[in-house]
């Protein structure tokens, strides 16, 4: 069956030509109200972007992804592989607040706050158009002939690109590797670290490969995010849409005539000018609803107030919208599937902070030696060997460690002499001996607490099994 007319546009995507090859898009500059909160927007992002590993909180650094080492530090906070649990719940409040997010404001996160649309739209497009002009300038010198003009504008934006892009990967790299080893690096020079300069140049190649030709494609084509649109999205989810209702009307969308009386005319008032497909950073006409490559940049919505200003119509002909605000003019709901997700949001925010609450900055791991069984001892003692693991996750030293028996009452002796230390963000580990008089025991396992002390305060508690004879009682 041939697609209708007004569907065949579904047939083919906009950076790809009828012989499959890339077609380049040339969106003109965006200028306007909404255009100006997002580089606002994105000052602060790339602000935050590049300052985070630059920052120390308690002598951690604010943010630190460093998965070779697998530690991480989050808002300052160290976070280690044991404490892996709260990453997965924060991963899971992560995927509800994003499915949340999609299903009542669509697509907002990629135009406002994405790193790929921050970067492409707001750095490297931005360059582009200082160095190569607008749309119109953009498309001729593609046309052109390489001239003496080409050659510098190319070189000039081709090194720009790879300075951005190498500066990028080196953030990237605060965030693996930690800041205080990247500048360290870069103080002894990249002779010294040639496979960190290695990783750091293929990083850059990503980044340039992405910028300078993937662009639009990785939203359109990779971003597992824009794919999952078809099932987030219902008539209700506001996004960037063009009121067809208004701009077609009975007559449809028509050029647009000087002292006409459009109203009277029956036609639409969409003058047709194509601005907001020619500004359009994925190459799409909003005016066919809403579709996948759509990132909701409200470029075209900046583009169509300016023309409706000219034209003196009201503003807003392509505006945020859900599908039944277009149809019948229905308000923002707060829908029966919202509810349910802000309610699930709710219960693994409060398991979150509950974990964060319990979770303790020394993690003791107290284990029975293997293979050991109980000793008698004299005055009616049963004894048991246990070997201790003490992990500080902290930036501080932890000393004059000791350990208290909380429950049954007994003693514990420590076989290391002197004190007992635990480095900054290290390891502790020895042996320890639990005594406890037979008539305080239950039976041939009993669960005993522990208590880690640092001088006199309290740093974890922690439970172990004790063995004792099993014909007692
Ligand atoms: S910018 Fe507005 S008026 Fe112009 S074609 Fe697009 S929707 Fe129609
Ligand atoms: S249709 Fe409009 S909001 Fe969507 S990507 Fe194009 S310009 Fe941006």
Known sequence: MDTPENEKFRDSIATVTEEGKRAWIFPKQPSGKFYTYRKYVSYVLLAILFISPFIK?????????????????????PFWPQDFYIFVIMMIIGVVFIIFFTAAFGRIFCGWICPQTIFMEMVFRRFEYWIDGDRGAQIRLSKQA???????????????????????????????????????????????????????LIFTG??????????????????????????????????????????????????????????????????????????????????????????NCTACMDACDSIMEAVNLPKGLIRYASEE???????????????GYTAVLVILIGVLMGLLFLR????????????????????????????????????????????KLKSPKGTIHTVKQGEIIVPAQGLAEGTLFIEINRAALSGDKDKVVIEVYSGDQLIETTRATFLGPRSYK
């Not at 951690?60 to 300052?76: A, C, I, K």
């Not at 004299?378 to 060997?385: K, L, M, R, T, W």
Request: glycine share 6%.
């Open 57 to 77: 909180i308690n002598g951690n650094q604010f943010m630190l992804f460093n998965v070779l080492e697998r530690r991480f530090n989050l808002l300052g906070y």
């Open 146 to 200: 390489w001239n003496a003009e080409k050659i510098r504008k190319r070189v000039l934006k081709w090194t720009v690109f790879f300075i951005i892009s190498f500066l990028v990967a080196n953030v990237f790299l605060a965030y693996l590797i930690g800041s205080d080893r990247l500048l360290r690096y870069i103080a002894e020079g990249p002779v010294e670290h040639l496979s960190t300069l290695f990783s750091l």
């Open 206 to 295: 990503v980044f340039y490969f992405i910028f300078a030709w993937f662009r639009e494609q990785v939203c359109i084509i990779a971003c597992p995010y824009g794919r999952l649109q078809g099932v987030l999205l219902d008539n209700k989810s506001i996004v960037v849409a063009y009121d067809h209702k208004r701009g077609e009307k009975e007559k449809g969308r028509a050029k647009f005539r000087k002292n006409e009386d459009r109203e009277a005319s029956g036609k639409g008032d969409c003058i047709d000018c194509f601005q907001c497909v020619h500004v359009c950073p994925t190459g799409i006409d909003i005016r066919n609803g809403t579709q996948l490559e759509c990132i």
């Open 325 to 339: 605000n277009i149809e019948k003019k229905a308000k923002f709901q707060f829908t029966p599937r919202l509810k």
């Open 360 to 403: 303790s900055d020394v993690e003791a791991n107290i284990l029975r030696l293997p293979g050991a069984l109980y000793e008698h001892k004299e005055g009616n003692i049963i004894s048991n060997v246990f070997t201790y693991k003490l992990l500080n996750k902290t930036t501080k030293e932890k000393d004059d460690i000791h350990f």
